[in-house]
Each structure stands twice: as C-alpha cells, then as structure tokens.
C-alpha cells in the first residue's frame, strides 16, 4: 500500500486530497498546525490507514518529527503534497516584514524542510513523486498581492530545479497551479464577490477543492509517468485572458 504525506491536510484542497488518496487506497498522513481540526478530521474519517500529525511546517524540528511518525507508523513514503500555505495582501510597501517572512517560511520554506526530510528515503527506493501547490499568482501577476506572488512564483522555478536534480532516482517533481477555488475560506466572501469571479471565468465557475485534489492525484500517481518539472494550472479558465477588451 501507497503512502502520502499531506501537509494542509485537513481543510480546504488539503482536506479534499486526504480524502480522495484514502478512496484510492493510499495510506495517509495529515500534517498541520491545527491541532483541534486535525483531530476532528482523524476522528470523522475514522481510517486505520490515517495518521494525523500537529506540525508547523517552517520550523526543521516539526517537520523532523513529522517524518520520524510517518515512518513508525507506515514505514515508508510514496509521495509528498507540499499543499500548506497562507496568504498575505498588499502591495510591497505595505506588507510588514514578518509577514513577508511568515509567509515564505510557510509557502517556499516547508517544501524545502519537507523536501530535506522524506526525499533520502525516495532516493533511496530510487522512486517517488513531490506535488507541491503553487497558484495561479505564481505565474503572473496580481494587484495587491506581492508577498504571494513572489511565494508562489518561487515554486514555480523551483519545480524544475527539483525535477533536474532528482529525476535520476525516478523521482518526479511538480506542481498544481489552482485558481480561485471554492475552498471554506474563499466561500466567506460576500456572494457580490464569488459572482465577480464566476464572471471573470470562461466558464463561468470557480474550481472546487475536489478538483484540485483530482490534480493532485493524478500527479503523484503513476498516471502521470513520465511528467516531471511541470506547472499544472486548474484555474477554470483564470490568466488566459491578455487583457483587451471584447472587441
């Protein structure tokens, strides 16, 4: 049996991605900061083949201990879903400066600790896969936002960079890009705001936290042999637009 390692693992996409790989048969492990959360979800999901562990992915003990519990309870490690982050607004100016760390401590830095962590282990297996969720504000531009487009557009070259240095193990490196998703979070807006965004789409829609962890999914399994250094973006449409208007 499969093991996955989840950070963010017990809301939103994360939580979404916890439960499809447990439907695929996968064994998982949650980490998160959410103490109460995380037990609730363990407790609701009520899996044998579920482990939840309190971590803080920015600081190198957390994550250390994290992987000492993955490994007395599973043994070994399939895959990583870097998927923890937080969001931080404003333009450069205005952001304070431990909120400029925070959130590339837990947006950029974790896929380094996580990485550091369980990727010996892929190594030495001489297989496995890192899906880390990076956004649409990685590849361009948002008004208002600097701090999180500069988080996520770090892992957008930084993929690539992982998928160089590892694919000699068979280890293949990528990311899912989400647009605006239908997180609990995102779904707190006004309803004047999501209908803006469902405006702003193609379709006329937001993606839901399923389909971003069908991406998820699919990248970490063997369906997506031989993908590797790649950017998935499941936007429902976000960023295609040049900005001219409808001529």
Known sequence: MKTVVITGGVS??????????LQKGWQVAMADYNQQLGEQVLATLNSEHLLFVQTDVSQASSVNAL???????FGHVDSVINNAGIFTKGALHEVAEDAWDRIMAIDVKSVYLTTRAFVPAMIAQRSGTIVNTASVSG???????AAYNAAKGALINLVKAMA????????????????????PMFAANPQSVIDQFKQASP??????????ARSLFFLASEDS?????QTLP?????GLHSGQPVQ
Do not use: S
């Open 12 to 21: 939103g996409m994360g939580l979404a991605a916890t439960k499809l790989f």
């Open 139 to 145: 590849l361009m531009g948002d008004y208002n936002m």
């Open 203 to 212: 379709l006329g829609k937001l993606a839901q936290p399923e389909d971003i």
């Open 234 to 238: 499941v936007t429902a449409g976000f």
């Open 164 to 183: 160089l240095d590892y694919g000699r193990y068979n280890i293949r490196v990528n990311n899912v890009a989400p647009g605006p998703t239908m997180t």
């Open 225 to 229: 042999d031989p993908i590797t250094g």
């Open 67 to 73: 992987k000492t519990a993955v490994f007395d309870r």
